[in-house]
């Protein structure tokens, strides 16, 4: 088995290996969470096109079959009836504006749905929350210097060999 950067699990990996594991890391996550953004955008978009499909049907029902559904039933009704013309007509249209107000409320119901869908919203507040956590983070402390190994004996090893 091997850690992310393919060193063996159990040896020690230096600092520039770490960061580079945890920058490749982050990458990842930030271009997962862009990729999960644009997935709900998508699904959101759908939703909102349903929902104009179903209000444009409703608006072309309405205006295209009015006339032709309002003689057609209004006749109908006259003869199955033998009702006053005009109630006919008036029966016609209550059915016509029946129908289209059902397919508005299929549309309203889908508008719904589509503005409910928060996506980018929830993504955008999981990468806030994850820089939350880097921005937080503290290196570990480094262990105090011995007494040979003092900065200034530092600085004199290096001078004495220069």
């Known amino acids: 088995m091997s850690a992310p950067d393919g060193s063996p699990v159990g040896t020690e990996r ?38 104009g499909g179903a209000f444009s049907a409703a608006g072309v029902l309405l205006v295209f079959s009015l006339p032709m559904l309002s003689f057609a ?24 504006v029946l129908v289209a107000g059902l397919l508005a409320l299929i ?5 719904k749905k589509a503005k409910k869908g ?24 480094r262990p105090e210097l011995s007494a040979d190994r003092s900065p200034e004996a530092i600085e004199a090893v290096a001078r004495s060999s220069s």
């Not at 580079?20 to 930030?30: G, I, R, Y």
């Not at 929350?129 to 290196?139: D, F």
């Open 118 to 141: 928060r996506g980018p919203q929830k993504v955008a507040a999981s990468v806030k929350q994850s820089a939350g956590v880097l921005q937080n983070a503290k290196p570990h402390p």
């Open 14 to 51: 230096s600092i520039g290996q770490l960061f580079a594991s945890a920058t490749t890391e982050m990458s990842a996550l930030v271009h997962d969470e862009i990729a999960l953004a644009k997935a709900q955008l998508r699904q959101d978009v759908k939703r909102g096109a349903t929902s």
């Open 107 to 111: 549309g309203i119901v889908f508008a």
């Open 73 to 96: 039933l209004a006749y109908g009704i006259r003869t199955w009836s033998h009702w006053n013309l005009a109630v006919c007509f008036l029966l016609s249209f209550a059915a016509s």
